[in-house]
């Protein structure tokens, strides 16, 4: 269902347009015609880490059926443990030159360190924590809904819930995660400068790698005799059971690994813009990520990348451009998607090889009436 | 006759009070016009107890730097015209302002005069004068005021103002020192009756007493403690009934739609906002057109609301949701693409920043039951709330639209056969919630801000309530926002605000689990939702 040529092209495409703009920005001089200025090398760096979230929703969603309305908030914990490290890393050149203490802390007047901070000035440990931390409250989370066979519009409510939850708990200072103003002002990243084109350059050809490599994952997963069942718990779950399956334990399985994915979107995200807040964790942000999947078209894992990439360059003209329109747009993008075109870009062009996931019959039957 | 000659005795006991002090009213009046500050003090504290009946008047206009002396020592009052009236009896005088100079007071004499009209307003005329002025009394805890209580003790029949009047006399009997240990006994108990704060602090004050007293202060703050505690509860239970009203009124329309459609409308956040905008618009225009009418310029905006939002939602319903049925998480996406787009218009249309919506008088101001403080405005939404609700009941129940929604809900296909247009249904149905939820903005627009963002801020709690409380189910919805507004108050002082919310969500996720479709399920036939 999703051809080896659509997948090699998209391979090709995101590698090869990350490598060209990184050699551009770094071999071209900057009165060039053809040199990449660092602001758009930082702007696509920041898109392909939205399309890694895009391919986690996507892989929930377009093959398990789980409507996500919280994954921001995987996105935002990969993007917190990274942000940690970072901070870990600027030492003594705080504002108040602490080497033990960040300076948020300092300003709190806090004497030590947390607990939960010590070993992340070590980077394999906080590359641990960005797929660890994400992983264990989606397993954790996805257990006890799945279990429980909490499904459709309550395990999106649910999950809009948890990320709200988060939301709420990193704006309190008291969490010891800067609370309000987040993490920023980082320095270093692996001894690199983060403001340094050439760091800004490897970042870029490193998030294309990595969600090349996601979308490899993704797509040997739905490929698997494992991803057939998954497509069938999604369409009809019952079935599913009634024929022996235990629809739980294929939805929690994409469901962590969907979160890791988005976790480490967020790790990618954060050294490229320089600061994470706890506003990556409101609501409206993984609805927004929703919506990229349903514009490029739910359950074609392609669709999603195109998708994010397709609404958030829409997204920073419009705002730059006519920023009083932007909301008219995006929800107009909602509704239009939605509405009009339910198997989202994919479906509009019908690339060969490229069969999009139905959506099941709007019909309304006994098994899916309202409850 | 014996009784109309103790009367004769009561008042002159009350008009010349002994030889205690020896100036009488007059000597008062005549010491105001000295340069002398001490005259001046002593003056005010003679005049307090005199009895006379202008003491007040002349009092209160040295408080204010009305009084006025002409060289020849009569004193004048300047009204707040300019004119002036003769002190003494009130009569207006026609005096030049430059042949008078205003009486002097400096800090000894400003408290005497603060301390007189305290005293003074306990035989004001008006009862709640008298009782705010005992209230003074009794916060001031001053020994030297035992005479004038004990004098406005004898002469009151407010029953309120009595009971006030008494509390004031027992804190001064419990500050004088030379109080035998039976009056201090009285008072003591008199401050376990009254168990508020103030009067904990008063027998808390209480030191170097009789181990009698001491026993029977301590035992009486032990009681308070508990009463105080008690009343704090109840203050929880209150305020958690107060904001679970608020979340009712935002979630009511939310269940019935979700109930009827299976659709969770995203943009019925947007339906309240809409309807605290018609609020804000009504206002505007009764304050542009009829004035007269102001004041109920909430009760006019109510159906205002409901026909507004109410419409609004029978167009949407029309234009998007219909075409979504069978589809309820296409159905989200497109509603919050919609509430965007609400709430983007509203911004071009008002503007980004708070609208002011009036609080009409009869819902301001606060009423006192025992130790809770209850403001009108909250007690109007709670009324509010539950009437709205027992309407939507009765129309579900006794109409016949009430009829088919529930047959619609029950069986849908089994309804359609039976005769029932479901299609038109669902868009009564979607105008019925939206409506609501246009009224709820009505009571939001009183105690939150009418901002574009008013809808958004509510939106997941309305989720909350009604996945809590069971889809399709008035009174699941009902005990659903009491409960999580109750636990909410009830968590805020022990954890804090945001805290305690983390905590309200945590728990909902982890109820979920226990009980899939809420705590009042529909019963029916479905395989899965």
Redesign the interface.
């Known amino acids: 269902m999703i051809s080896q040529r659509v997948s090699t092209l998209t391979i090709v495409l995101v590698l090869g347009g990350a490598i060209l703009l990184a050699l551009l920005n770094q071999f071209t001089p900057e009165a060039s015609a053809v040199h990449v200025p660092a602001y758009v090398i930082a702007l696509v760096g920041k898109y392909l880490c939205f399309a890694m979230l895009a391919l986690a929703v996507d892989l929930v969603w377009g093959f398990g059926g789980i409507?996500p309305?919280g994954h921001a908030a995987f996105f935002a914990l990969g993007g917190y443990a990274m942000g940690m490290y970072l901070m870990r890393q600027i030492g003594t050149r705080g504002v108040y030159g602490n080497a033990e203490l960040p300076d948020f802390m300092v300003f709190l007047g806090w004497k030590d360190l947390p607990w939960y901070w010590h070993g992340f000035e070590w980077f394999p440990f906080a590359a641990l924590m960005v797929v660890l931390v994400p992983g264990i409250l989606a397993l954790v989370?996805g257990y006890?809904?799945f279990?429980?066979?909490?499904?459709?519009?309550?395990l999106?409510?649910?999950t809009?819930?948890?990320t709200?939850?988060l939301l709420?708990?990193f704006?309190?200072n008291d969490m010891g995660f800067g609370g309000n103003n987040g993490l920023t002002d980082f320095k270093d990243v692996l001894g690199f400068n983060v403001q340094a084109d050439s760091t800004r350059s490897g970042l870029l050809v490193l998030s294309a790698l990595f969600l090349c490599g996601a979308f490899l994952v993704a797509r040997f997963v739905v490929l698997s005799r494992f991803g057939k069942i998954l497509i069938a718990v999604r369409d009809t779950?019952?079935r599913t059971r009634f024929l022996g399956y235990r629809p739980e334990s294929y939805k929690l399985v994409v469901w962590v690994l969907s979160a890791v994915i988005a976790g480490i979107g967020g790790a990618l995200y954060v050294p490229q813009v320089g600061i994470i807040n706890p506003g990556e964790f409101s609501?409206a942000n993984s609805?927004e990520a929703?919506?990229w999947v349903?514009v490029g078209g739910r359950g074609t894992l392609v669709g999603a990348i195109l998708g994010a990439l397709i609404v958030n360059f829409g997204k920073t003209w419009f705002t730059s451009a006519l920023p009083?329109l932007w909301?008219?747009a995006?929800?107009?993008?909602?509704?239009g998607?939605?509405?009009l075109l339910?198997q989202g870009v994919m479906g509009l062009f019908a690339l060969r090889g490229v069969k999009p996931a139905v959506?099941?019959?709007?019909?309304?039957s006994?098994?899916?009436?309202?409850? | 006759m014996p009784r109309s000659l103790a009367l004769i005795l009561l008042v002159a006991v009350w008009l010349f009070p002994g030889p205690g002090r020896a100036e009488t009213a007059e000597e008062a009046y005549a010491a105001f016009a000295t340069p002398n500050f001490d005259a001046i003090r002593d003056g005010v504290m003679a005049l307090s107890v005199s009895g006379d009946p202008r003491a007040l008047i002349v009092i209160t206009a040295l408080h204010d730097g009305r009084l006025y002396v002409r060289p020849d020592k009569v004193l004048f009052i300047k009204n707040d015209d300019g004119t002036f009236v003769d002190a003494l009896t009130g009569a207006a005088a026609d005096v030049p302002a430059g042949a008078l100079k205003p009486v002097r007071v400096n800090n000894g004499v400003r408290e005497a005069v603060n301390a007189a009209l305290g005293v003074l307003r306990l035989f004001s005329p008006d009862a709640s004068t008298r009782l705010t002025a005992a209230e003074a009394v009794f916060r001031a805890r001053d020994p030297a005021a035992l005479p004038a209580l004990d004098r406005a003790l004898a002469k009151e029949t407010d029953p309120d103002v009595k009971t006030r009047l008494e509390q004031a006399h027992a804190a001064a009997v419990l500050s004088s020192s030379d109080t035998s240990d039976a009056d201090r006994l009285n008072a003591i108990s008199i401050m376990r009756a009254r168990g508020d704060i103030e009067a904990r602090s008063t027998l808390g004050n209480l030191t170097g007493q009789t181990p009698a007293v001491a026993a029977a202060a301590a035992s009486a703050i032990t009681a308070i403690d508990r009463s105080l505690q008690l009343w704090s509860v109840l203050e929880s239970v209150y305020y958690g009934i107060s904001l679970g009203s608020v979340l009712l009124l935002a979630a009511a329309g939310l269940a019935i739609t979700f109930g009827v459609m299976g659709v969770i409308n995203m943009a019925h956040g947007e339906m309240v906002m809409i309807g605290a905008y018609v609020t804000f618009m009504v206002q505007q225009s009764i304050r542009a057109y009829l004035p007269s009418i102001y004041s109920a310029s909430l009760p006019i905006a109510i159906p205002m609301a409901f026909i507004v939002a109410g419409l609004i939602g029978i167009a949407i319903e029309r234009t998007l949701i219909r075409w979504l049925y069978g589809r309820p998480l296409e159905t989200l996406l497109a509603t919050w693409g919609l509430s965007l787009v609400l709430q983007q218009a509203v911004r071009s249309i008002f503007g980004a920043a708070n609208r002011d919506v009036d609080t009409p008088d009869w819902m301001s101001g606060a009423t006192q039951l025992g130790g809770l403080t209850l403001t009108w405005n909250r007690m109007y939404i709670i009324l509010f709330a539950i009437v709205v609700l027992a309407a939507l009941m009765a129309a579900l129940r006794f109409t016949s639209l009430g009829l088919r929604m529930r047959a619609v809900t029950q069986n849908r296909r089994m309804a359609a056969a039976m005769g029932i247009r479901t299609p038109w249904i669902d868009a009564l149905t979607f105008g019925l919630g939206s409506g609501v939820a246009g009224m709820a903005g009505v009571a939001l627009s009183q105690i939150d801000n009418v901002s574009p963002n008013l809808g958004q801020s509510y939106i997941i709690d309305s989720f909350m309530v009604v996945v809590f409380g069971g889809v399709g189910n008035l009174w699941g919805t009902t005990v659903g926002a009491l409960t999580l507004g109750i636990i909410n108050k009830f968590l805020e002082p022990v954890a804090g605000a945001v805290l305690g919310k983390i905590v309200v969500l945590v728990m909902l996720i982890l109820f979920i689990q226990r009980r899939p479709r809420g705590m009042f399920p529909l019963k029916g036939r479905a395989v899965e939702a």
């Open positions: 409507l309305l989370f006890l809904a279990r429980s066979r909490v499904t459709g519009v309550y999106s409510i649910m809009q819930a948890l709200y939850a709420l708990a704006f309190r779950e019952s609501p609805i929703v919506i349903a009083e909301l008219f995006l929800g107009a993008l909602f509704i998607v939605t509405l339910p959506t099941p019959a709007p019909t309304i006994e098994e899916e009436a309202p409850v």
